[in-house]
């Protein structure tokens, strides 16, 4: 792996910050100085300032997301983040983005070419979120959702949709657009009074208080991998 990346698995920098350790001089690759293209393989010898540098243990947690805690890991105005509510070492960091006000389960991990998978569209992981809306969407509706809807940045792919009470939707969909479900029921004239999901790539919250989070437990994490 790039000799930034390595850095950045071993929680010593962002990797834009390992560039400039590296710029500075301050990183030795089994006793020479790294340059930015370095690639650097577990059996070679880091040191930054002299001080070895060893791979962080790939780390995977499930999180709980309680409303009020915004998905980032720093927030410029200061709010709590996912990040708070989880250990500080090893460093992980959310797969992807829920709304602040959205509760649900969130994916942590260091496992950054995993985490990139994840996000990419091409792997359709599924996503099932129930949404309290404002009025009662009739079956036209419904069949709009499932079928796609115009918004902004194109038409949504077909999504399972289900009710599950007057005013609660369940929607399942693989595609993870900015504000997607919100913009999606806005979209058909009932805006998302509370939003929670409830699924990601077959992950659950079941058994986890908002705001705890657990390791996976190894079959998962093959599972993610697969
Ligand atoms: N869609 C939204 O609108 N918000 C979320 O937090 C997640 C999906």
């Given at each position: 792996m790039r000799l930034n990346a390595y850095l950045a698995r071993a929680g010593i920098a962002s990797r834009r910050g390992a560039d400039d350790l590296i710029k500075a001089g301050r990183v030795l690759v089994n006793g020479e100085p790294g340059q930015l293209n370095t690639f650097v393989e577990s059996r070679d010898r880091v040191t930054v300032d002299g001080t070895p540098v060893s791979l962080q243990r790939l780390t995977y947690l499930l999180l709980h997301k309680p409303a009020g805690v915004v998905t980032t890991a720093r927030d410029p105005q200061g709010r709590p983040t996912?990040?708070?509510?989880?250990?500080?070492?090893?460093r992980v960091v959310p797969v992807g983005r829920l709304d602040a006000d959205t509760t649900g389960v969130l994916l942590m991990t260091n496992d950054g070419p995993l985490a990139h998978r994840l996000a990419?569209?091409?792997?359709e992981i599924e996503k099932v979120y129930e949404a309290e809306v404002g009025g009662r969407p009739a079956e036209d509706v419904l069949r709009a959702l499932r079928e796609g809807v115009e918004l902004e940045d194109g038409i949504t792919a077909p999504a399972k949709v289900r009710r599950v009470g007057d005013h609660r939707i369940e929607l399942t969909i693989h595609e993870g657009r900015n504000r997607q479900v919100k913009r999606m029921f806005e979209a058909v004239g009932h805006p998302v009074r509370s939003l929670h999901r409830s699924l990601y790539a077959g992950l659950t919250v079941q058994g986890l208080a908002p705001g705890k989070w657990r390791p996976l437990t190894r079959a998962e994490i093959q599972r993610l991998h697969s």
């Open positions: 996912v990040v708070d509510l989880v250990p500080k070492e090893p990419h569209p091409r792997y």
